[in-house]
């Protein structure tokens, strides 16, 4: 029984003192590109690429949020101003396709081109949404 106690105290100081996601947020690629075979150069040029598709995703995300509380004020008014939300609709779509188009050429320039090929069959994964 006192075995027992040890091993989980010790296994509760272990997980508590852990480094959480450090290196997780350092060193990891958002979404899987092991079936790429990157070479080191290309690994570290996408990691780049990924951490700015990252920020702005997130900057999206944000404005995405904004919008959405837009057109919540907009149906709530007393006339609804379908001009006003195609605007805002525009804005979002303008905005995800800038970040992907960004991101899909900087990511083109890296690959060869049977890595590209290999790419494409994961296309919608990257889609910002």
Known sequence: MKIMR???ILLLITTLYGDGDKHYREYHINKELSH???SKEQNIQ???ILKE?????????????DVEEKRKRLFTQ???DTDELNELNTIL??????IENVFL???HMILTPQQRKRFIHYFDDWEVE
């Open 105 to 107: 050429k900087e990511i």
């Open 36 to 38: 790429l075979n990157l």
């Open 93 to 98: 779509d303008e905005k995800a396709h800038a």
């Open 46 to 48: 996408i990691k780049t």
């Open 53 to 65: 598709f990252r920020h702005n995703s997130k900057e999206f995300k944000n404005l995405k949020e």
């Open 78 to 80: 007393e006339n609804f």
């Open 6 to 8: 040890y091993i989980i």
